[in-house]
């Protein structure tokens, strides 16, 4: 860990006397829950645990601080309280005898849950884990830091609710990003104010994935409900839950965003359904939404809407077509139907001779231009992977990846293509070539990425350069621009920051020679030996340099420091007979004077 003295409540430098941090007010001298890690424990030699932050049923959440990265992050440990205990002032977590099964079970389940989404921790809109480790008897996954403020806050700071329209720029990529969610095969469960950050550019991210005992009544964990959000099947463990499950829990989110209004809890509405209709409470919004979202909130899932695609569709599907449904697919996909005109016409009216021969041409032209392009199709060089259209809807297929359909143009909602790190599939005849979308890597610390499964489709080749702007070990150049698209294996070459050209020569006051080599070592300074036979500094103690404290040195130029180590001179050993008299008249007998080691002190000995 850095020098600095951190505060254990948001993990900012605060000197060492501080007890009350300045930054947040935590007490640094506070107490905590015995059951849970206490602030200042390290785990896997690299995180420092700070202040609890939350916890449930199924596991704690920690302030944290990684050592290596020198930067914050979200600790959660799976601790089911219900199962196992933890003795005061011991880290290990103890299993109950009578738990054991049910322990490992739902463990393997917490980790499974946290490596599925570890594998989409580059979605820009959801907190994954960018870590797991086992200790202390139990699991841990590590989550980057979020700064910003709960969507129940910010609905606070907008006078308890948003309208349709800003609504319709927020969502999208949460619809997005959850239905990618429900490809991997996960289901939130926990969908609410609570559960979603908002930070101050406005992106939304979704936190708080849990297992599915977690967030369902009768199991052996307690359950974490939120009361108006959770759909009917979460209160009893024998009812189905699915995909149908988060589009009850959207819905009703939708319901207090837009009326200010926390729905009624779906166990009061079982005995009695008496929930108003959004637009009863909230005139502004439209009839369509309204319906839309009471559909999304039935009781009955089977009659529910059954996916967030469905759920998308219904949304933003125009009043007037309402009838004209989309049909649901295998593939989800997460679009707006193009809008129509609806210019007046008369009812019942039979075509003009003129309007017959126009619609006769209109139809010959449409086989003409049918014909011609399934022709340049066919030309196509099959093994071509550079086929990609400009404006498209992005679908959600199964897998998880997202195509392009170059028939239709993006209209109302958009997918977010700058932020989600989206898979796109290009569509030459008989063939489907998988590329990937280029993240920024800038920043980024180079033996983490490279290491990353996340980036495993690419091989990479660091140049190391000094870089004043970037500390050592960051990347500061790609040679894949940031959006662009490469294939599986394609080769990047990344820039590493050597760290700055010119380092400023740190104090050796007080230093021997060890402590003083191992600093220049840390900060990349070449450095030669020279002793300096001198009596004013301890022998092994730096005497001084060949350019003083402060100043720089130019390390890409190989510049090298002189360091000069003292050495102390030897001390003649002198023996006389004086028979020199002692102060009270006696004699001395013969006096021998030792120097030691240390200058300036000598000892006297009179036999």
């Not at 690299?46 to 992050?73: C, H, P």
């Not at 196992?84 to 389940?109: F, H, M, P, W």
């Not at 009544?217 to 009812?239: C, F, R």
């Not at 297929?397 to 700058?418: R, Y």
């Amino acid at each position: 860990m850095d020098d600095l003295h951190r505060c254990y409540g948001c993990m900012e430098p605060i000197d060492d006397s501080d007890e009350v941090c300045p930054n947040c007010g935590y007490h640094m001298h506070a107490p905590h829950l015995p059951s849970y890690l206490g602030p200042g424990v390290m785990l896997n030699e690299r995180y420092v645990v700070g202040k609890l932050k939350s916890y449930n049923g199924e596991s704690a959440l920690y302030v944290g601080f990684d050592t290596i990265t020198e930067t914050k992050v979200l600790i959660k440990e799976y601790m089911p309280d219900s199962l196992c205990s933890r003795e005061k002032g011991s880290t290990v977590v103890n299993v109950d005898s009578g738990n054991i099964a049910q322990y490992k079970t739902l463990l393997s389940e917490f980790v499974e849950l946290n490596k599925v989404l570890s594998k989409m921790r580059t979605l820009n809109h959801i907190n994954a884990a960018i870590d797991m480790f086992g200790d202390n008897n139990t699991a841990y996954a590590v989550f980057g830091w979020l700064d910003g403020m709960t969507l129940g806050e910010y609905l606070k700071m907008n006078a308890g609710e948003l309208s349709w329209e800003e609504v319709k720029k927020l969502f999208p990529p949460i619809f997005t990003t959850l239905s990618l969610v429900h490809n991997a095969g996960l289901i939130h469960r926990g969908i609410s104010p609570e559960n979603i950050i908002i930070n101050d550019k406005g992106e939304m991210k979704i936190t708080g994935f849990c297992i599915a005992d977690a967030r369902t009544a009768n199991t052996e964990l307690v359950p974490e409900i939120y009361n108006g959000y959770a759909a009917p099947e979460q209160y009893n463990s024998t009812n189905w839950q699915g995909t149908w499950t988060d589009v009850y829990g959207i819905s009703a989110l939708l319901y207090r965003i837009l009326t200010g209004v926390v729905p009624l809890d779906a166990v009061s509405r079982i005995s009695n359904d008496d929930l108003a209709a959004p637009a009863e409470i909230n005139h502004s919004i439209p009839r369509n939404v309204s319906k839309v979202i009471m559909n999304g909130m039935s009781l009955n899932g089977e009659l529910r809407i059954q996916t967030i695609t469905e759920l998308v569709t219904q949304l933003f599907e125009q009043p007037e077509y309402g009838s004209t449904r989309l049909s649901s697919s295998s593939t989800q996909t997460i679009t707006i139907p193009k809008q129509r005109s609806s210019g007046n016409k008369k009812k019942n009216a039979p075509p003009s001779r003129h309007g017959l021969f126009i619609t006769i041409i209109a139809v010959i032209l449409c086989i003409g231009m049918f014909f011609l392009v399934m022709i340049l199709i066919l030309s196509l060089d099959d093994t071509s992977s550079d086929y990609i259209t400009g404006t498209s809807i992005a679908t959600i297929s199964e897998t998880g990846a997202v195509t392009e359909d170059p028939d239709e143009e993006l209209t109302g909602l958009e997918t977010d293509t700058t932020t989600e790190p989206a898979i796109v599939t290009t569509l030459p005849p008989q063939q489907n070539t998988m590329v990937y979308v280029m993240n920024d890597l800038t920043g980024k610390v180079y033996d983490i990425i490279s290491k990353s499964d996340t980036y495993s489709n690419l091989v990479f080749t660091p140049e190391y350069e000094y870089n004043d702007d970037y500390p050592k070990g960051q990347i500061f150049s790609q040679s894949i621009p940031q959006n662009d698209t490469y294939e599986d294996g394609a080769e990047i070459t990344v820039k590493v920051s050597l760290g700055p050209k010119f380092i400023e020569i740190p104090d050796y006051l007080a230093l021997t020679k060890k402590d003083y080599f191992a600093k220049l070592d840390s900060l990349g300074i070449k450095y030669e030996e020279q002793e300096k036979v001198t009596e004013e500094v301890l022998e092994g103690y730096i005497y001084g340099t060949s350019k003083e404290p402060g100043e720089k040195i130019d390390v890409e130029a190989g510049e090298t420091l002189t360091v000069y180590v003292a050495k102390n001179p030897p001390r003649e050993e002198t023996s006389t007979e004086t028979g020199s008299q002692l102060p009270d008249g006696s004699s001395g007998g013969d006096e021998t004077t030792y120097v030691t080691e240390e200058p300036d002190i000598i000892i006297t000995i009179f036999d």
